[in-house]
Protein backbone atom coordinates (compact mmCIF):
# COMPACT_ATOMS: atom_id res chain seq x y z
CA UNK A 1 0.00 0.00 0.00
CA UNK A 2 0.91 3.53 -0.48
CA UNK A 3 1.27 6.01 2.07
CA UNK A 4 1.16 9.81 1.76
CA UNK A 5 2.41 11.70 5.20
CA UNK A 6 1.22 15.06 3.86
CA UNK A 7 2.93 17.19 7.01
CA UNK A 8 6.64 17.26 8.56
CA UNK A 9 6.07 14.98 11.14
CA UNK A 10 9.14 12.92 13.44
CA UNK A 11 10.41 10.75 12.18
CA UNK A 12 10.09 7.74 14.23
CA UNK A 13 6.57 7.06 12.64
CA UNK A 14 8.31 7.53 9.18
CA UNK A 15 10.79 5.18 9.77
CA UNK A 16 8.01 2.48 11.41
CA UNK A 17 5.62 2.71 8.57
CA UNK A 18 9.22 1.71 5.69
CA UNK A 19 10.32 -1.23 8.08
CA UNK A 20 6.72 -2.54 7.31
CA UNK A 21 7.56 -2.29 4.35
CA UNK A 22 5.09 0.30 3.11
CA UNK A 23 5.51 2.76 0.18
CA UNK A 24 6.10 5.92 1.75
CA UNK A 25 6.01 9.68 0.27
CA UNK A 26 6.68 12.08 2.65
CA UNK A 27 5.93 16.14 2.65
CA UNK A 28 9.28 17.49 4.37
CA UNK A 29 8.18 21.20 3.66
CA UNK A 30 7.39 22.85 6.78
CA UNK A 31 4.29 24.80 4.54
CA UNK A 32 1.66 22.36 4.76
CA UNK A 33 0.56 21.63 0.76
CA UNK A 34 -2.32 23.54 -1.05
CA UNK A 35 -5.32 21.83 -1.08
CA UNK A 36 -4.93 20.91 -5.16
CA UNK A 37 -1.60 19.86 -4.52
CA UNK A 38 -2.83 17.62 -1.59
CA UNK A 39 -6.11 16.73 -3.26
CA UNK A 40 -3.46 15.44 -6.61
CA UNK A 41 -0.59 14.11 -4.57
CA UNK A 42 -3.42 11.95 -2.62
CA UNK A 43 -4.97 10.61 -5.70
CA UNK A 44 -1.48 8.51 -6.02
CA UNK A 45 -1.81 6.86 -2.23
CA UNK A 46 -4.11 4.08 -0.75
CA UNK A 47 -3.41 6.23 2.51
CA UNK A 48 -3.31 9.56 3.68
CA UNK A 49 -1.44 10.29 7.01
CA UNK A 50 -3.11 13.79 7.46
CA UNK A 51 -4.20 16.20 10.49
CA UNK A 52 -6.74 18.80 11.73
CA UNK A 53 -4.37 21.13 8.92
CA UNK A 54 -6.64 19.96 6.10
CA UNK A 55 -9.64 20.37 5.61
CA UNK A 56 -10.99 16.95 4.25
CA UNK A 57 -14.30 17.89 3.16
CA UNK A 58 -17.42 16.09 1.28
CA UNK A 59 -15.66 17.81 -2.27
CA UNK A 60 -12.32 16.60 -1.28
CA UNK A 61 -13.50 12.94 -0.27
CA UNK A 62 -15.71 12.69 -3.74
CA UNK A 63 -12.31 13.72 -5.39
CA UNK A 64 -10.64 10.79 -3.87
CA UNK A 65 -12.77 7.85 -3.24
CA UNK A 66 -10.61 5.52 -3.97
CA UNK A 67 -8.91 6.15 -0.38
CA UNK A 68 -8.87 3.65 2.08
CA UNK A 69 -7.82 4.81 5.52
CA UNK A 70 -7.19 8.07 6.74
CA UNK A 71 -4.65 8.39 10.28
CA UNK A 72 -5.47 11.44 11.29
CA UNK A 73 -1.73 12.95 13.46
CA UNK A 74 -4.25 14.28 16.01
CA UNK A 75 -7.19 13.65 18.71
CA UNK A 76 -9.52 16.01 17.02
CA UNK A 77 -11.11 15.31 13.23
CA UNK A 78 -13.73 17.62 13.05
CA UNK A 79 -11.64 18.62 9.71
CA UNK A 80 -12.75 15.23 8.06
CA UNK A 81 -16.45 14.63 6.73
CA UNK A 82 -16.64 11.91 8.76
CA UNK A 83 -20.09 10.90 7.21
CA UNK A 84 -18.69 11.42 3.23
CA UNK A 85 -15.85 8.68 4.52
CA UNK A 86 -17.94 5.90 5.98
CA UNK A 87 -20.10 6.68 2.74
CA UNK A 88 -17.49 6.11 0.77
CA UNK A 89 -15.74 3.28 3.06
CA UNK A 90 -12.96 5.14 4.24
CA UNK A 91 -11.34 4.33 7.55
CA UNK A 92 -10.54 7.14 9.56
CA UNK A 93 -8.23 6.08 12.73
CA UNK A 94 -6.52 8.96 15.14
CA UNK A 95 -4.01 9.51 18.00
CA UNK A 96 -5.61 9.95 21.16
CA UNK A 97 -3.90 10.40 24.81
CA UNK A 98 -0.50 10.88 22.97
CA UNK A 99 -0.54 14.75 23.56
CA UNK A 100 -3.40 14.07 27.40
CA UNK A 101 -0.41 15.53 29.27
CA UNK A 102 0.34 18.37 27.06
CA UNK A 103 -2.46 19.88 25.92
CA UNK A 104 -3.70 19.47 30.04
CA UNK A 105 -0.65 21.71 30.69
CA UNK A 106 -1.10 23.78 28.35
CA UNK A 107 -4.86 24.69 29.88
CA UNK A 108 -3.30 25.19 32.89
CA UNK A 109 -0.29 27.16 32.37
CA UNK A 110 -2.94 29.91 30.56
CA UNK A 111 -5.16 29.46 33.57
CA UNK A 112 -2.06 31.05 35.40
CA UNK A 113 -0.79 33.16 33.06
CA UNK A 114 -4.88 34.75 33.11
CA UNK A 115 -4.79 35.35 36.98
CA UNK A 116 -1.53 36.77 36.81
CA UNK A 117 -1.74 38.80 33.48
CA UNK A 118 1.32 37.57 32.91
CA UNK A 119 1.46 38.27 28.79
CA UNK A 120 0.80 41.65 29.30
CA UNK A 121 3.18 42.20 32.20
CA UNK A 122 5.43 41.18 29.85
CA UNK A 123 4.27 43.14 26.93
CA UNK A 124 4.80 45.78 29.60
CA UNK A 125 8.44 45.59 29.67
CA UNK A 126 9.13 45.16 26.02
CA UNK A 127 6.81 48.58 25.71
CA UNK A 128 9.57 50.04 28.46
CA UNK A 129 6.38 50.33 30.50
CA UNK A 130 7.34 48.16 33.57
CA UNK A 131 7.41 52.42 35.74
CA UNK A 132 7.39 51.73 39.16
CA UNK A 133 5.65 49.54 42.27
CA UNK A 134 2.03 50.34 42.55
CA UNK A 135 0.31 48.40 45.18
CA UNK A 136 -3.15 48.70 43.41
CA UNK A 137 -2.04 48.39 39.83
CA UNK A 138 -2.58 45.42 37.51
CA UNK A 139 -3.78 42.75 40.50
CA UNK A 140 -4.57 39.24 39.50
CA UNK A 141 -6.47 37.21 41.50
CA UNK A 142 -5.61 33.86 43.28
CA UNK A 143 -6.47 30.08 42.41
CA UNK A 144 -6.71 28.63 45.47
CA UNK A 145 -9.95 27.19 46.86
CA UNK A 146 -11.86 27.93 43.42
CA UNK A 147 -14.38 25.61 41.91
CA UNK A 148 -13.00 24.60 38.30
CA UNK A 149 -15.83 23.81 35.59
CA UNK A 150 -15.14 20.94 32.85
CA UNK A 151 -16.75 21.15 29.93
CA UNK A 152 -15.87 17.64 28.41
CA UNK A 153 -14.53 15.34 31.23
CA UNK A 154 -12.32 13.02 28.38
CA UNK A 155 -8.43 12.29 29.30
CA UNK A 156 -7.31 15.72 29.19
CA UNK A 157 -10.48 17.60 31.04
CA UNK A 158 -9.71 14.82 33.64
CA UNK A 159 -6.01 15.40 33.42
CA UNK A 160 -6.39 19.24 34.27
CA UNK A 161 -8.99 18.99 36.28
CA UNK A 162 -6.22 16.79 38.33
CA UNK A 163 -4.33 19.48 38.02
CA UNK A 164 -6.39 22.25 39.55
CA UNK A 165 -7.46 19.97 42.08
CA UNK A 166 -4.20 18.93 43.51
CA UNK A 167 -2.32 21.97 43.18
CA UNK A 168 -5.21 24.50 44.71
CA UNK A 169 -7.77 22.38 46.31
CA UNK A 170 -10.06 23.43 43.80
CA UNK A 171 -13.35 21.95 43.96
CA UNK A 172 -14.31 20.35 40.30
CA UNK A 173 -17.35 20.31 38.63
CA UNK A 174 -17.90 18.90 35.29
CA UNK A 175 -20.42 18.24 32.10
CA UNK A 176 -20.15 15.60 29.74
CA UNK A 177 -22.22 13.13 27.36
CA UNK A 178 -21.51 10.65 29.96
CA UNK A 179 -20.36 10.49 33.58
CA UNK A 180 -16.84 10.08 34.27
CA UNK A 181 -16.77 8.14 37.44
CA UNK A 182 -13.35 7.77 37.66
CA UNK A 183 -13.19 11.20 38.12
CA UNK A 184 -15.97 11.51 40.43
CA UNK A 185 -14.00 9.00 43.05
CA UNK A 186 -10.51 10.21 42.29
CA UNK A 187 -11.15 14.14 43.04
CA UNK A 188 -14.98 14.57 44.12
CA UNK A 189 -15.98 15.69 40.41
CA UNK A 190 -19.42 16.56 40.55
CA UNK A 191 -21.64 16.32 37.49
CA UNK A 192 -23.85 19.05 36.67
CA UNK A 193 -25.99 20.16 34.12
CA UNK A 194 -24.84 22.79 31.32
CA UNK A 195 -26.17 25.56 32.87
CA UNK A 196 -25.23 24.85 36.27
CA UNK A 197 -21.81 24.91 35.45
CA UNK A 198 -21.44 28.33 33.67
CA UNK A 199 -23.18 29.70 37.16
CA UNK A 200 -21.57 28.09 39.64
CA UNK A 201 -17.49 27.83 38.07
CA UNK A 202 -14.76 30.45 38.70
CA UNK A 203 -12.72 28.67 35.87
CA UNK A 204 -14.46 27.00 32.83
CA UNK A 205 -11.88 25.05 30.92
CA UNK A 206 -13.06 23.55 27.25
CA UNK A 207 -11.86 19.98 26.18
CA UNK A 208 -15.03 18.64 24.36
CA UNK A 209 -14.70 17.85 20.68
CA UNK A 210 -15.97 20.30 17.97
CA UNK A 211 -19.45 18.80 16.99
CA UNK A 212 -22.88 20.59 15.50
CA UNK A 213 -24.02 20.55 19.42
CA UNK A 214 -20.91 22.17 20.79
CA UNK A 215 -20.03 24.97 17.81
CA UNK A 216 -20.22 28.01 19.41
CA UNK A 217 -21.52 26.54 22.86
CA UNK A 218 -20.17 29.54 24.60
CA UNK A 219 -21.98 32.62 23.39
CA UNK A 220 -23.12 35.33 24.17
CA UNK A 221 -25.99 33.78 26.63
CA UNK A 222 -23.54 31.12 27.98
CA UNK A 223 -20.65 34.25 28.85
CA UNK A 224 -23.87 35.85 30.20
CA UNK A 225 -24.48 33.01 33.14
CA UNK A 226 -20.76 33.28 34.25
CA UNK A 227 -19.42 34.83 36.83
CA UNK A 228 -17.90 38.42 36.34
CA UNK A 229 -15.03 37.07 38.41
CA UNK A 230 -14.64 33.56 36.26
CA UNK A 231 -11.81 32.69 33.67
CA UNK A 232 -12.79 31.06 30.45
CA UNK A 233 -9.93 28.89 28.92
CA UNK A 234 -10.42 27.12 25.80
CA UNK A 235 -7.70 24.49 24.71
CA UNK A 236 -10.34 22.47 22.93
CA UNK A 237 -11.37 23.77 19.07
CA UNK A 238 -11.64 27.32 19.09
CA UNK A 239 -15.28 26.90 16.88
CA UNK A 240 -16.70 25.83 20.57
CA UNK A 241 -16.60 30.07 21.16
CA UNK A 242 -18.30 32.73 19.73
CA UNK A 243 -15.22 34.61 19.07
CA UNK A 244 -17.17 37.94 19.31
CA UNK A 245 -19.22 37.29 22.45
CA UNK A 246 -15.86 36.17 23.58
CA UNK A 247 -14.33 39.77 22.94
CA UNK A 248 -17.74 41.63 23.81
CA UNK A 249 -17.82 39.74 27.42
CA UNK A 250 -14.47 40.48 28.42
CA UNK A 251 -15.03 44.71 27.23
CA UNK A 252 -18.34 44.87 29.15
CA UNK A 253 -16.45 42.55 31.94
CA UNK A 254 -19.30 39.74 32.17
CA UNK A 255 -16.25 37.60 32.82
CA UNK A 256 -12.98 38.32 34.02
CA UNK A 257 -10.33 36.97 31.76
CA UNK A 258 -9.53 34.62 29.28
CA UNK A 259 -7.04 31.83 27.84
CA UNK A 260 -6.80 30.50 24.27
CA UNK A 261 -4.84 27.97 22.90
CA UNK A 262 -7.34 27.96 19.72
CA UNK A 263 -8.80 30.83 17.79
CA UNK A 264 -11.30 30.64 14.84
CA UNK A 265 -10.28 31.03 12.71
CA UNK A 266 -6.58 29.69 12.68
CA UNK A 267 -4.15 31.96 12.73
CA UNK A 268 -5.86 34.36 14.57
CA UNK A 269 -5.05 37.96 13.22
CA UNK A 270 -2.04 40.00 14.61
CA UNK A 271 -4.77 42.79 15.23
CA UNK A 272 -7.42 40.68 16.68
CA UNK A 273 -8.19 42.97 19.90
CA UNK A 274 -8.25 39.77 22.16
CA UNK A 275 -4.56 40.21 21.94
CA UNK A 276 -4.32 43.57 23.43
CA UNK A 277 -6.28 42.88 26.86
CA UNK A 278 -4.45 42.63 30.09
CA UNK A 279 -6.57 39.61 31.14
CA UNK A 280 -5.91 37.64 28.35
CA UNK A 281 -3.64 34.96 27.00
CA UNK A 282 -3.48 33.34 23.88
CA UNK A 283 -0.71 30.96 22.27
CA UNK A 284 -1.01 29.22 18.64
CA UNK A 285 -2.37 25.80 19.05
CA UNK A 286 0.39 24.08 20.96
CA UNK A 287 -1.40 22.06 23.07
CA UNK A 288 -0.03 18.94 22.01
CA UNK A 289 3.15 20.48 20.90
CA UNK A 290 6.30 18.94 23.40
CA UNK A 291 8.78 16.48 22.02
CA UNK A 292 7.20 13.44 24.09
CA UNK A 293 3.59 14.22 22.60
CA UNK A 294 4.34 14.60 19.07
CA UNK A 295 6.53 11.85 18.77
CA UNK A 296 3.67 9.46 20.07
CA UNK A 297 0.81 11.15 17.72
CA UNK A 298 4.00 10.16 14.86
CA UNK A 299 4.31 6.61 16.63
CA UNK A 300 0.67 6.16 16.47
CA UNK A 301 -0.48 7.71 13.51
CA UNK A 302 2.16 5.29 11.88
CA UNK A 303 0.86 2.30 14.21
CA UNK A 304 -2.76 2.68 13.24
CA UNK A 305 -1.89 2.29 9.30
CA UNK A 306 0.62 -0.68 9.40
CA UNK A 307 -2.54 -2.32 11.72
CA UNK A 308 -4.66 -1.43 8.44
CA UNK A 309 -2.16 -2.69 6.24
CA UNK A 310 -2.24 -5.94 7.84
CA UNK A 311 -6.06 -6.49 8.29
CA UNK A 312 -6.09 -4.88 11.57
CA UNK A 313 -8.01 -4.61 14.02
CA UNK A 314 -6.56 -0.73 14.60
CA UNK A 315 -6.03 0.37 18.24
CA UNK A 316 -7.09 3.87 17.66
CA UNK A 317 -10.35 3.50 15.32
CA UNK A 318 -12.82 6.52 14.66
CA UNK A 319 -14.64 4.93 12.13
C1 LIG B 1 -5.36 17.53 18.36
O1 LIG B 1 -4.67 16.53 18.54
O2 LIG B 1 -6.55 17.48 18.05
C2 LIG B 1 -4.67 18.85 18.51
O3 LIG B 1 -5.55 19.90 18.69
C3 LIG B 1 -3.81 19.10 17.30
O4 LIG B 1 -4.66 19.39 16.21
Known amino acids: MKVLVSLNIPEIGIEMLREAGLEVTTWTNDLPMDREQLIA ?21 ARNKHLKLISQFAVGYNNIDLGRAAALGITVANTPNAMTDATADIAFGLLLAVSRKMFHMH ?25 VGILGMGRIGAAFAHRCAGAYGMKVLYHNRSRNTEAEN ?53 GIH ?25 PML ?16 IGSATVEARNE ?5 ALNIIQFSKGGPLDNLVQ
Open 41 to 61: ATRQHDILLSSSIYDLDADFL
Open 297 to 301: MSRLA
Open 186 to 238: DIGAEYVSFGELLERSDIISVHCALTKETQGKFDKGAFDKMKPSSIFINTARG
Open 270 to 285: YDNPLLQMENVAVVPH
Open 123 to 147: KMIIKDEWGHFRPQAHLGIELRGKT
Open 242 to 266: NENDLIEALRDKRIWGAGLDVTHPE
